[in-house]
Protein backbone atom coordinates (compact mmCIF):
# COMPACT_ATOMS: atom_id res chain seq x y z
CA UNK A 1 0.00 0.00 0.00
CA UNK A 2 1.13 3.50 -1.11
CA UNK A 3 1.83 5.86 1.74
CA UNK A 4 1.01 9.71 0.63
CA UNK A 5 3.41 12.61 1.53
CA UNK A 6 2.31 15.70 2.52
CA UNK A 7 3.72 17.89 0.76
CA UNK A 8 6.45 20.16 2.26
CA UNK A 9 5.79 23.97 2.68
CA UNK A 10 7.85 26.28 0.10
CA UNK A 11 10.56 27.83 2.39
CA UNK A 12 10.83 31.77 1.50
CA UNK A 13 14.44 32.11 -0.64
CA UNK A 14 16.97 33.70 1.24
CA UNK A 15 17.46 37.70 1.33
CA UNK A 16 20.90 37.74 -0.01
CA UNK A 17 22.70 41.36 0.92
CA UNK A 18 23.57 43.29 -2.14
CA UNK A 19 24.30 46.97 -2.54
CA UNK A 20 21.88 46.54 -5.27
CA UNK A 21 19.03 45.94 -3.00
CA UNK A 22 17.44 49.07 -1.83
CA UNK A 23 16.28 48.30 1.47
CA UNK A 24 19.56 47.37 2.24
CA UNK A 25 21.05 50.60 1.03
CA UNK A 26 18.17 52.44 2.92
CA UNK A 27 19.42 50.77 6.28
CA UNK A 28 22.61 51.26 5.54
CA UNK A 29 22.09 55.27 5.04
CA UNK A 30 19.84 55.15 8.50
CA UNK A 31 22.90 54.39 10.31
CA UNK A 32 25.19 56.25 8.74
CA UNK A 33 23.16 59.45 9.28
CA UNK A 34 22.58 58.54 13.21
CA UNK A 35 26.24 57.70 13.97
CA UNK A 36 27.23 61.07 12.24
CA UNK A 37 24.87 62.71 14.13
CA UNK A 38 25.97 60.92 17.36
CA UNK A 39 29.56 61.58 16.76
CA UNK A 40 28.51 65.66 15.87
CA UNK A 41 26.70 65.31 19.47
CA UNK A 42 29.94 63.76 21.37
CA UNK A 43 32.42 66.42 19.85
CA UNK A 44 29.99 69.41 20.72
CA UNK A 45 29.67 68.03 23.78
CA UNK A 46 33.29 66.73 24.90
CA UNK A 47 34.73 70.61 23.14
CA UNK A 48 32.34 71.95 25.24
CA UNK A 49 33.48 70.37 28.49
CA UNK A 50 37.41 70.41 27.57
CA UNK A 51 36.78 74.66 27.32
CA UNK A 52 35.04 74.73 30.79
CA UNK A 53 37.56 72.46 32.67
CA UNK A 54 40.59 74.65 30.74
CA UNK A 55 38.77 78.21 32.18
CA UNK A 56 38.82 76.42 35.65
CA UNK A 57 34.24 76.98 35.28
CA UNK A 58 32.25 74.55 37.25
CA UNK A 59 29.56 72.53 35.32
CA UNK A 60 26.28 70.59 36.69
CA UNK A 61 22.87 72.26 38.58
CA UNK A 62 24.39 72.56 42.28
CA UNK A 63 23.95 76.41 41.54
CA UNK A 64 20.11 76.13 42.20
CA UNK A 65 20.42 75.30 45.82
CA UNK A 66 23.09 78.56 46.16
CA UNK A 67 21.78 81.41 47.71
CA UNK A 68 20.33 84.02 44.89
CA UNK A 69 21.28 87.41 46.58
CA UNK A 70 18.90 89.42 43.96
CA UNK A 71 15.62 90.60 44.36
CA UNK A 72 12.46 90.18 41.76
CA UNK A 73 9.81 92.94 41.47
CA UNK A 74 7.18 90.77 41.24
CA UNK A 75 6.40 87.39 42.84
CA UNK A 76 3.39 85.30 42.67
CA UNK A 77 4.61 83.16 45.09
CA UNK A 78 6.83 84.29 48.69
CA UNK A 79 10.49 85.03 47.88
CA UNK A 80 13.26 86.84 49.17
CA UNK A 81 16.80 87.76 47.96
CA UNK A 82 18.18 85.07 50.80
CA UNK A 83 16.38 82.41 48.60
CA UNK A 84 17.76 79.84 46.13
CA UNK A 85 18.53 80.48 42.91
CA UNK A 86 16.12 77.89 42.18
CA UNK A 87 13.24 79.32 43.55
CA UNK A 88 14.15 82.67 41.62
CA UNK A 89 13.99 80.66 38.43
CA UNK A 90 10.87 79.01 39.41
CA UNK A 91 9.01 82.84 40.03
CA UNK A 92 9.93 83.54 36.82
CA UNK A 93 8.61 80.93 35.33
CA UNK A 94 5.60 81.57 37.30
CA UNK A 95 5.26 85.36 35.93
CA UNK A 96 6.14 83.90 32.29
CA UNK A 97 2.92 81.11 32.71
CA UNK A 98 1.10 83.74 34.25
CA UNK A 99 1.15 86.45 31.48
CA UNK A 100 0.85 83.41 28.58
CA UNK A 101 -2.34 82.21 30.27
CA UNK A 102 -4.04 85.94 30.33
CA UNK A 103 -2.85 86.46 27.29
CA UNK A 104 -3.98 83.50 25.64
CA UNK A 105 -7.80 83.66 27.35
CA UNK A 106 -7.84 87.53 26.17
CA UNK A 107 -6.15 87.59 22.75
CA UNK A 108 -8.40 84.61 22.06
CA UNK A 109 -11.95 86.97 22.62
CA UNK A 110 -10.69 90.02 20.99
CA UNK A 111 -9.47 88.23 18.10
CA UNK A 112 -12.77 86.56 17.54
CA UNK A 113 -14.57 89.41 17.97
CA UNK A 114 -12.09 91.26 15.93
CA UNK A 115 -12.51 88.17 13.13
CA UNK A 116 -16.31 88.56 13.07
CA UNK A 117 -16.08 91.90 12.94
CA UNK A 118 -14.31 91.66 9.56
CA UNK A 119 -17.10 90.04 8.05
CA UNK A 120 -19.76 92.03 9.34
CA UNK A 121 -22.40 93.91 7.08
CA UNK A 122 -21.85 97.26 8.27
CA UNK A 123 -19.47 99.18 6.31
CA UNK A 124 -17.14 100.59 9.19
CA UNK A 125 -17.00 97.83 11.25
CA UNK A 126 -15.84 95.52 8.70
CA UNK A 127 -13.39 98.51 7.43
CA UNK A 128 -11.93 99.28 11.05
CA UNK A 129 -11.99 95.75 12.18
CA UNK A 130 -9.36 95.65 8.76
CA UNK A 131 -7.26 98.60 9.15
CA UNK A 132 -6.96 96.88 12.97
CA UNK A 133 -5.52 93.31 11.55
CA UNK A 134 -3.21 95.38 9.19
CA UNK A 135 -1.65 97.82 10.96
CA UNK A 136 -1.00 95.30 14.42
CA UNK A 137 0.42 92.23 11.93
CA UNK A 138 2.71 94.78 10.14
CA UNK A 139 4.42 96.60 13.77
CA UNK A 140 7.35 94.28 15.30
CA UNK A 141 5.99 93.09 18.59
CA UNK A 142 9.02 94.68 20.26
CA UNK A 143 8.29 97.97 19.08
CA UNK A 144 4.74 97.32 19.72
CA UNK A 145 6.03 96.62 23.45
CA UNK A 146 8.02 99.36 23.30
CA UNK A 147 5.20 101.52 22.73
CA UNK A 148 2.76 100.54 25.56
CA UNK A 149 5.72 101.07 28.12
CA UNK A 150 6.49 104.50 27.33
CA UNK A 151 2.95 104.89 27.28
CA UNK A 152 2.09 103.89 30.34
CA UNK A 153 5.18 105.20 32.17
CA UNK A 154 5.79 108.63 30.54
CA UNK A 155 2.34 109.77 30.18
CA UNK A 156 0.51 108.76 32.70
CA UNK A 157 0.15 110.89 35.95
CA UNK A 158 2.33 110.24 39.75
CA UNK A 159 0.54 109.02 41.95
CA UNK A 160 -0.58 111.52 44.40
CA UNK A 161 -2.18 112.71 40.52
CA UNK A 162 -3.65 109.57 39.50
CA UNK A 163 -6.60 108.86 37.70
CA UNK A 164 -9.49 107.80 39.60
CA UNK A 165 -12.63 106.16 37.36
CA UNK A 166 -13.40 103.79 39.81
CA UNK A 167 -14.15 103.95 43.32
CA UNK A 168 -10.56 101.72 44.61
CA UNK A 169 -8.87 102.08 41.03
CA UNK A 170 -5.87 104.28 40.46
CA UNK A 171 -3.97 104.34 36.77
CA UNK A 172 -0.68 106.06 37.38
CA UNK A 173 3.00 105.71 36.05
CA UNK A 174 3.82 103.09 39.00
CA UNK A 175 0.30 100.80 37.76
CA UNK A 176 -2.76 99.91 38.23
CA UNK A 177 -3.91 99.98 41.64
CA UNK A 178 -7.01 98.01 42.23
CA UNK A 179 -8.91 96.62 45.66
CA UNK A 180 -7.47 92.79 46.85
CA UNK A 181 -9.46 90.25 48.66
CA UNK A 182 -7.43 88.87 51.80
CA UNK A 183 -8.38 86.67 54.09
CA UNK A 184 -8.49 82.79 54.87
CA UNK A 185 -11.60 82.21 53.12
CA UNK A 186 -10.31 83.57 49.98
CA UNK A 187 -8.60 79.95 49.57
CA UNK A 188 -11.73 78.17 49.76
CA UNK A 189 -13.86 80.36 47.49
CA UNK A 190 -11.13 79.97 44.71
CA UNK A 191 -11.59 75.82 45.36
CA UNK A 192 -15.54 76.42 45.16
CA UNK A 193 -15.07 78.09 41.80
CA UNK A 194 -12.88 75.57 40.64
CA UNK A 195 -15.16 72.73 41.93
CA UNK A 196 -18.21 74.87 40.17
CA UNK A 197 -16.27 75.08 36.71
CA UNK A 198 -15.85 70.68 36.66
CA UNK A 199 -19.37 70.31 37.43
CA UNK A 200 -20.17 72.77 34.55
CA UNK A 201 -18.00 70.63 32.45
CA UNK A 202 -19.62 67.64 33.93
CA UNK A 203 -23.20 68.78 33.53
CA UNK A 204 -22.16 69.43 29.81
CA UNK A 205 -21.53 66.62 28.97
CA UNK A 206 -24.18 64.63 30.70
CA UNK A 207 -26.98 67.51 29.08
CA UNK A 208 -25.42 67.09 25.49
CA UNK A 209 -25.96 62.87 25.68
CA UNK A 210 -28.85 63.97 27.42
CA UNK A 211 -30.16 65.52 24.42
CA UNK A 212 -28.72 63.14 22.03
CA UNK A 213 -30.69 60.48 23.49
CA UNK A 214 -33.98 62.21 24.18
CA UNK A 215 -34.28 65.45 22.54
CA UNK A 216 -34.71 67.73 25.49
CA UNK A 217 -32.97 70.77 26.31
CA UNK A 218 -31.57 70.86 29.45
CA UNK A 219 -31.15 74.62 30.72
CA UNK A 220 -27.29 74.00 31.31
CA UNK A 221 -26.53 78.28 30.94
CA UNK A 222 -29.34 78.83 34.29
CA UNK A 223 -27.41 75.53 35.74
CA UNK A 224 -23.50 76.93 35.57
CA UNK A 225 -24.72 80.21 36.65
CA UNK A 226 -26.21 78.95 40.07
CA UNK A 227 -23.01 76.34 40.61
CA UNK A 228 -20.51 79.53 39.78
CA UNK A 229 -22.36 81.43 42.44
CA UNK A 230 -23.33 79.13 45.11
CA UNK A 231 -19.95 76.59 45.37
CA UNK A 232 -17.85 79.83 46.12
CA UNK A 233 -20.26 80.84 48.63
CA UNK A 234 -20.66 77.59 50.24
CA UNK A 235 -16.96 77.40 50.56
CA UNK A 236 -17.07 81.23 52.38
CA UNK A 237 -19.43 80.14 54.56
CA UNK A 238 -17.45 76.98 55.45
CA UNK A 239 -14.48 78.96 56.17
CA UNK A 240 -15.94 80.87 58.79
CA UNK A 241 -16.38 83.75 56.07
CA UNK A 242 -13.23 84.99 56.88
CA UNK A 243 -12.79 87.60 54.00
CA UNK A 244 -12.09 91.13 53.54
CA UNK A 245 -11.02 93.84 50.86
CA UNK A 246 -7.75 95.88 50.58
CA UNK A 247 -8.21 98.59 49.42
CA UNK A 248 -5.44 100.32 47.91
CA UNK A 249 -4.75 104.17 49.54
CA UNK A 250 -1.97 106.54 48.84
CA UNK A 251 0.24 106.91 52.06
CA UNK A 252 3.44 109.19 50.98
CA UNK A 253 4.92 109.04 47.63
CA UNK A 254 3.13 106.05 46.43
CA UNK A 255 -0.39 103.53 47.04
CA UNK A 256 -0.31 100.90 50.02
CA UNK A 257 -2.21 97.99 50.17
CA UNK A 258 -4.54 96.83 47.49
CA UNK A 259 -3.29 94.56 44.25
CA UNK A 260 -0.82 95.99 41.45
CA UNK A 261 -0.74 95.61 37.66
CA UNK A 262 2.88 96.99 37.17
CA UNK A 263 3.65 98.75 34.29
CA UNK A 264 5.75 96.39 32.73
CA UNK A 265 3.33 93.69 33.16
CA UNK A 266 0.62 95.84 31.91
CA UNK A 267 2.73 96.78 28.77
CA UNK A 268 3.68 92.75 27.94
CA UNK A 269 0.03 91.80 28.45
CA UNK A 270 -1.46 94.35 25.88
CA UNK A 271 1.20 94.46 23.26
CA UNK A 272 0.92 90.31 23.65
CA UNK A 273 -2.80 90.11 23.38
CA UNK A 274 -3.13 92.98 20.43
CA UNK A 275 -0.45 91.77 18.99
CA UNK A 276 -1.58 88.44 18.74
CA UNK A 277 -5.58 88.84 18.18
CA UNK A 278 -5.40 90.47 14.60
CA UNK A 279 -3.12 86.80 13.65
CA UNK A 280 -6.03 84.98 15.66
CA UNK A 281 -8.70 87.56 14.02
CA UNK A 282 -7.41 86.58 10.57
CA UNK A 283 -7.76 82.75 11.45
CA UNK A 284 -10.95 83.43 12.82
CA UNK A 285 -12.26 84.67 9.58
CA UNK A 286 -11.15 82.09 7.45
CA UNK A 287 -12.29 79.43 9.02
CA UNK A 288 -15.85 81.33 9.20
CA UNK A 289 -15.58 81.69 5.41
CA UNK A 290 -14.82 77.93 5.14
CA UNK A 291 -17.81 77.01 6.23
CA UNK A 292 -20.62 76.60 2.97
CA UNK A 293 -22.28 79.17 2.03
CA UNK A 294 -25.42 76.98 2.24
CA UNK A 295 -25.29 76.79 6.09
CA UNK A 296 -26.11 80.15 6.37
CA UNK A 297 -29.20 79.72 3.74
CA UNK A 298 -30.58 76.94 5.31
CA UNK A 299 -30.17 78.44 9.26
CA UNK A 300 -31.69 81.84 8.09
CA UNK A 301 -34.34 79.71 6.28
CA UNK A 302 -35.62 78.33 9.85
CA UNK A 303 -36.27 81.94 11.56
CA UNK A 304 -33.15 81.86 12.81
CA UNK A 305 -31.21 86.04 13.49
CA UNK A 306 -27.68 85.98 12.57
CA UNK A 307 -26.59 86.27 15.74
CA UNK A 308 -28.22 82.69 16.75
CA UNK A 309 -26.77 81.35 13.25
CA UNK A 310 -23.40 82.29 13.48
CA UNK A 311 -23.68 80.89 16.98
CA UNK A 312 -25.44 78.19 16.63
CA UNK A 313 -24.44 76.76 13.41
CA UNK A 314 -21.76 78.38 11.84
CA UNK A 315 -18.91 78.79 14.94
CA UNK A 316 -19.32 74.85 15.81
CA UNK A 317 -18.79 73.94 11.89
CA UNK A 318 -15.84 76.52 11.86
CA UNK A 319 -14.23 75.46 14.99
CA UNK A 320 -12.64 71.91 13.30
CA UNK A 321 -11.10 74.61 10.75
CA UNK A 322 -9.81 76.97 13.22
CA UNK A 323 -8.24 74.97 15.86
CA UNK A 324 -5.29 73.64 14.05
CA UNK A 325 -3.81 77.12 13.56
CA UNK A 326 -5.28 78.66 16.62
CA UNK A 327 -2.89 76.45 17.97
CA UNK A 328 0.49 78.38 16.38
CA UNK A 329 -1.15 81.01 17.52
CA UNK A 330 -1.07 80.44 21.38
CA UNK A 331 2.58 78.69 20.89
CA UNK A 332 3.92 82.04 19.42
CA UNK A 333 2.30 84.17 22.44
CA UNK A 334 4.02 81.89 24.37
CA UNK A 335 7.20 82.07 23.42
CA UNK A 336 6.77 86.43 22.59
CA UNK A 337 6.18 86.46 26.19
CA UNK A 338 10.56 85.87 26.06
CA UNK A 339 10.48 89.59 24.69
CA UNK A 340 9.50 90.81 28.39
CA UNK A 341 13.23 90.95 29.77
CA UNK A 342 13.24 94.07 26.84
CA UNK A 343 10.75 96.16 28.94
CA UNK A 344 11.75 94.79 32.24
CA UNK A 345 9.22 92.75 33.30
CA UNK A 346 11.23 89.92 35.26
CA UNK A 347 9.97 86.61 33.14
CA UNK A 348 12.25 83.42 33.38
CA UNK A 349 14.42 84.47 30.67
CA UNK A 350 14.99 87.32 32.87
CA UNK A 351 15.79 85.90 36.19
CA UNK A 352 18.00 83.21 34.23
CA UNK A 353 19.98 86.11 32.73
CA UNK A 354 20.63 87.41 36.21
CA UNK A 355 21.30 84.18 37.28
CA UNK A 356 23.90 82.86 34.49
CA UNK A 357 25.35 86.27 35.29
CA UNK A 358 25.89 86.07 38.68
CA UNK A 359 27.08 82.37 38.52
CA UNK A 360 28.82 81.64 35.36
CA UNK A 361 26.67 79.08 34.39
CA UNK A 362 25.97 79.86 31.01
CA UNK A 363 25.23 77.07 29.74
CA UNK A 364 23.09 75.22 32.33
CA UNK A 365 21.15 78.35 31.84
CA UNK A 366 19.93 78.24 28.52
CA UNK A 367 19.34 74.48 28.63
CA UNK A 368 16.88 75.87 31.58
CA UNK A 369 15.46 78.19 29.30
CA UNK A 370 14.58 75.79 26.81
CA UNK A 371 13.30 73.19 28.71
CA UNK A 372 11.03 75.57 30.00
CA UNK A 373 9.50 76.72 27.14
CA UNK A 374 9.22 73.44 25.31
CA UNK A 375 7.63 71.66 27.98
CA UNK A 376 4.70 74.92 27.88
CA UNK A 377 4.69 74.13 24.41
CA UNK A 378 4.09 70.61 24.45
CA UNK A 379 1.66 71.07 26.94
CA UNK A 380 0.04 73.63 25.15
CA UNK A 381 0.18 71.28 21.79
CA UNK A 382 -1.31 68.05 23.63
CA UNK A 383 -4.38 70.22 25.27
CA UNK A 384 -5.00 71.52 21.62
CA UNK A 385 -4.62 68.30 19.97
CA UNK A 386 -7.00 66.68 22.37
CA UNK A 387 -9.71 69.21 21.80
CA UNK A 388 -9.46 69.14 17.87
CA UNK A 389 -9.54 65.33 18.12
CA UNK A 390 -12.78 65.77 20.94
CA UNK A 391 -14.79 67.82 17.63
CA UNK A 392 -12.87 66.53 14.50
CA UNK A 393 -16.36 64.65 12.52
CA UNK A 394 -16.23 61.26 13.12
CA UNK A 395 -17.00 59.47 9.83
CA UNK A 396 -18.90 55.82 9.41
Not at 228 to 234: D, S
Request: hydrophobic share 50%.
Amino acid sequence: MATTQKNAPAQAPRRRISWNDPGFRAVVYQVVAVGLVALAVWFLVSNTLHNLAVRNISTGFGFLNREAGFAIGETPIAYSPSDTYGRAILVGLLNTLRVAVLGIVLATILGTLIGIGRLSKNWLVARLTSLYVEVMRNVPLLLQLFFWYALITENMPGPRQAHNPLPGVFISNRGVKVPEAVGASLDWILLGLGLAIVATLVLGHWARKRQHETGQVFPLGRAALALLILCPVVGWLLSGMQLSLSMPELKGFNFQGGLTLTPEFAALLAGLVIYTSAFIAEVVRSGIQAVNSGQWEAASSLGLRRSQVLRLVILPQALRVIIPPMTSQYLNLTKNSSLAVAIGYPDIVSVVNTTLNQTGQAIEGILIIMAAYLTVSLSISIFMNWYNKRIALVER
